[in-house]
């Protein structure tokens, strides 16, 4: 029972990408960053607490890695892909273009074997979208900079330099 626990904290997630995409709609950004910080709480936690719970051990069919993986995706690429999208982060002729370039670019990230190196760093950027949008945010910098900085770590998916791993 305990397992299922840690999985049902670690999907707990999905239900915060919700709440923040909710509050992007509604245009209340500072909230929806709020879930987003608690998210990054959860997965930051997650971890320690299936290791404690020795979820691999008693859930074995289970995969916790893979649920984890599904959540970091809703939660680091597409609610923040969403938030540009939504709240006019670029210009407004290029929203979809951006935000598409932050999903596919980073459904390519998500799928790499070697995306962590064995001296714990990522390889090419490692899809932290909700903290560079949460930035540009708060920079209120010109929607063309915003533009070029997200397509820029776009590219660098798929770029192999590393990134250190919190």
């Given at each position: 029972?305990?397992?299922?626990?840690?999985?049902?904290?670690?999907?707990?997630?999905?239900?915060?990408?919700?709440?923040?995409?909710?509050?992007?709609?509604?245009?209340?950004?500072?909230?929806?960053?709020f879930w987003l910080y608690l998210q990054v709480v959860?997965?930051?936690?997650?971890?320690?607490?299936?290791?404690?719970?020795?979820?691999?051990?008693?859930?074995?069919?289970?995969?916790?890695?893979?649920?984890?993986?599904?959540?970091?995706?809703?939660?680091?690429?597409?609610?923040?892909?969403?938030?540009?999208?939504?709240?006019?982060?670029?210009?407004?002729?290029?929203?979809?273009?951006?935000?598409?370039?932050?999903?596919?670019?980073?459904?390519?990230?998500?799928?790499?074997?070697?995306a962590k190196t064995t001296d714990h760093?990522?390889?090419?950027?490692?899809?932290?979208?909700?903290?560079?949008?949460?930035?540009?945010?708060?920079?209120?910098?010109?929607?063309?900079?915003?533009?070029?900085?997200?397509?820029?770590?776009?590219?660098?998916?798929?770029?192999?330099?590393?990134?250190?791993?919190?």
């Amino acid at each position: 029972m305990t397992a299922w626990l840690a999985h049902l904290y670690t999907g707990s997630g999905a239900v915060l990408a919700l709440l923040a995409a909710a509050d992007i709609f509604e245009h209340d950004y500072r909230t929806a960053f709020f879930w987003l910080y608690l998210q990054v709480v959860v997965d930051a936690t997650d971890g320690v607490l299936a290791r404690a719970l020795r979820v691999k051990e008693r859930l074995p069919w289970f995969n916790g890695a893979k649920l984890d993986d599904i959540v970091d995706y809703l939660c680091y690429v597409f609610v923040p892909a969403l938030f540009v999208w939504r709240s006019l982060l670029v210009p407004d002729q290029w929203t979809t273009l951006v935000a598409s370039a932050m999903l596919l670019s980073s459904a390519y990230g998500f799928n790499r074997e070697d995306a962590k190196t064995t001296d714990h760093f990522f390889l090419g950027f490692p899809s932290y979208w909700n903290i560079a949008v949460f930035y540009l945010h708060v920079a209120r910098w010109p929607a063309e900079v915003n533009m070029a900085i997200l397509l820029a770590l776009a590219v660098l998916v798929f770029v192999p330099v590393k990134y250190l791993y919190p």
